[in-house]
């Protein structure tokens, strides 16, 4: 048995001493990521010792909001715009070429196809070009990783990806290693937001109109006054199990905005005189669910053993962790659970380029997924996260009851 340890070890160890002197024959000191898995065309560069040196993005933002949404095709037609003029701009920042790269990270999976490829293509072609390696990355496994830059955050870690296209609870058990325990059954609360301010018409106030829909509800909510006119429902209160729904509270709130603007005779493009309230109630309810099903994930990871009791840790990423009502929320549910919480920095909450050359650092560093033979490399959009343990949280139909969130 000791043998079999042994020569088991040893073959691993000769494995990681090749990997560790192949990787030496790349030349270069730094890791480029790219990032168009969606509508932002993002590019950073991270040295090995894990310093940013630089970072460019050309966020679709404006154009969105004025198509009232993501258009595929004009998504796609921007990053290949845009995809050039940022690699290019974020190398001369940086004061770098291609020579001083040792591997492109790129985003592969999950996403928009049409916004995807641009990102792969342009990888596959630096790549040839310059003879690199390319870093394959899922898009969700770098927003979970993504407050390890700056935070010290060990293995395993509980974490909360909140954003416009995903809602999910997962352990991070390492740079590859996920165990998904919940996820949205239908949208993300980021697309709640982005869709009832659109109804709500807070674009037309100079204040949101040029912001998304998360930021315009968080700064109007701010100036509510008497949220608590607009009831609004806990969502899948009755399922003991971690997944989400956003559906019931995003109707909820547009059918109590009907009813107000024909109590007001509201006509055109004004706004309802409650819109603050209403705003304020739909974060409160978002934030109630979110704290909800987190409480949930804590108490299956203590049955089960599934983060160490010493060093028991949350993560909260994706754009909509940068609400600080939602952040706040679950700060208050981390002290009553003994859990540290931590967020990236706001401007790698939402997508970017940096996450993606960092998730490419932590496999650079480890050897995972490093290609050399990139001609088999392809996109994936859906693609879900890690392996689902979503079965075993069902089973064990865990009764937890909403704590009383006091912030
Ligand atoms: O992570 P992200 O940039 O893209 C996706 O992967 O979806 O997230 C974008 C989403 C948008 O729906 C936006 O409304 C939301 O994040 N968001 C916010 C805030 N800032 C951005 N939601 C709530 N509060 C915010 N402050
Ligand atoms: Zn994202």
Not at 136 to 164: D, K, T, Y
Not at 212 to 236: D, M, R, W, Y
Not at 307 to 317: A, E, F, G, R, Y
Not at 355 to 364: Q, R, T
Request: aromatic share 6%; net charge positive.
């Amino acid at each position: 048995m000791m043998n079999f340890t042994r020569s088991l070890y040893k073959s691993g160890q000769k494995r990681q001493i090749q990997f560790l002197n192949n990787r030496r024959n790349y030349s270069g000191s730094a890791i480029l990521g790219i990032e168009t898995s969606c509508d932002d065309t993002g590019c950073a560069i991270i040295r090995h010792d894990g310093n940013l040196l630089s970072d460019s993005l050309h966020s679709q933002n404006l154009m969105h909001l004025r198509n009232g949404g993501i258009i595929p095709d004009v998504a796609q037609d921007l990053h290949k715009k845009y995809i050039e003029p940022t690699v290019n701009e974020t190398l001369q920042k940086a004061k770098l070429s291609m020579e001083d790269i040792s591997a492109i990270a790129v985003t592969l999976r999950p996403g928009l196809a049409l916004s995807l490829v641009v990102g792969m293509k342009y990888a596959k072609y630096l790549a040839r070009l310059h003879r690199k390696p390319i870093i394959p990355i899922h898009h969700m496994e770098a927003h979970a990783l993504a407050a390890r830059m700056h935070h010290n955050i060990s293995f395993p870690f509980l974490v909360l990806l909140i954003s416009g296209g995903h809602c999910l609870l997962a352990i991070a058990q390492d740079v590859n290693n996920f165990k998904l325990l919940g996820q949205s059954m239908d949208i993300a609360p980021g697309e709640v937001f982005d869709k009832v301010a659109r109804r709500m018409k807070l674009r037309n106030v100079a204040e949101y109109s040029k912001i998304c829909g998360g930021q315009a509800i968080e700064i109007a909510a701010s100036k509510a006054t008497n949220p608590h006119v607009f009831k609004l429902p806990l969502s899948l209160a009755e399922y003991r199990d971690c997944n989400f729904s956003f559906n019931g509270l995003k109707t909820s709130v547009i059918s109590q905005l009907y009813k107000k603007e024909k109590e007001h005779n509201i006509v055109a493009d004004k706004l309802i005189p409650e819109v603050n309230d209403l705003c304020a109630a739909l974060l409160m309810a978002v934030s109630r669910h979110l704290v909800h099903r987190t409480q949930r994930a804590m108490e299956f990871c203590e049955q089960n053993d599934l983060i160490p009791k010493d060093n028991k840790q949350l993560v909260v990423s994706g754009g909509v962790a940068c609400n600080n009502y939602i952040f706040n929320a679950l700060t208050y549910l981390c002290g009553e659970s003994d859990y540290k919480i931590y967020r990236p920095l706001p401007k790698l909450c939402t997508d970017n380029g940096v996450m993606i050359a960092w998730n490419g650092l932590e496999k650079w560093r480890r050897g995972i997924d490093i290609i050399t033979d990139i001609s088999k490399l392809d996109i994936q959009a859906a693609s879900p996260l890690g392996e689902s343990l979503i079965d075993e949280v069902v089973n064990a139909k865990i009764p937890t009851k909403l704590m009383k969130i006091k912030i």
